[in-house]
Structures are given as C-alpha cells and as structure tokens.
C-alpha cells in the first residue's frame, strides 16, 4: 500500500514559477512509475508529466519545455518544478504512483493522492 500527499499549490500569476511536491509513504518507492495529473473544473483528468523508476521521463506537449518532474528516492518524494506558468494550467494537480509501462494512461496507476490546487492568474 501507498500513499500519496501532495503540496506545494497556490496562486501565482502568469509568467511564475511552483514547485509541487509529492512524498510517497509505503515500501518500493523507488521501483514506482510516478506521475503527475491535472483536472481542471468541468474538464476530465489529464497527464502532465511521469517519471519511471529507471528515471527517464515523459511529458505533455502542453508543459513539455516548461514543466520538469523529477524524484528522490532517498526521500520517498517527486517533485513537479512548473515554471513559465499560463492560465490554462489552473487545476488541481494529483500525484499518482503506478507501473512503467503505459504512464500516459489513468489505469496505469494503483495509488492516488488527494490533490492540490494550482491556480494562475492573467
């Protein structure tokens, strides 16, 4: 069993840069694929950005070059670094722990955390 408490979310203004963390608790961090998603109101839930436990990385063309995640197995945490952020990223950003293989993809992950909320503003 894992589980997942994301923070690190708040108000920013357009341009700024946040830094999300997500600290893991449970044994085998480290053999995780960790993921990073977002939901915005009225939308469904989308894929940011995923890291496998090889440590290579996968993002969303939409935050590809602004967005980088990374990890920490020594401190069970990933971390999702946003910079150049744009209004079009309000959401509420969940992390999620899971397998290494179709990372892009929602069933890919057993293990959820609650969610925190970005919100930029113009």
């Known amino acids: 069993q894992v589980q997942l408490v994301e923070s690190g979310g708040g108000l920013v203004q357009a341009g700024g840069s946040l830094r999300l963390s997500c600290a893991a608790s449970?044994?085998?961090?480290?053999?995780?694929?960790m993921g990073w998603f977002r939901q915005a109101p009225g939308k469904e839930r989308e894929f940011v950005a995923a890291?496998?436990?090889?440590?290579?990385?996968v993002y969303s063309d939409s935050v590809k070059g602004r967005f980088t995640i990374s990890r920490d197995n020594a401190k069970n945490t990933v971390y999702l670094q946003m910079n150049s952020l744009k209004p079009d990223d309000t959401a509420v950003y969940y992390c999620?722990?899971?397998?290494?293989?179709?990372?892009?993809?929602?069933?890919?992950?057993?293990?959820w955390g609650q969610g925190t909320q970005v919100s930029v503003s113009s």
């Open positions: 890291i496998r436990s090889s440590g290579s990385t």
């Open positions: 999620a722990a899971g397998a290494d293989f179709f990372v892009r993809e929602k069933s890919n992950y057993a293990y």
């Open positions: 449970g044994r085998f961090f480290s053999m995780y694929t």
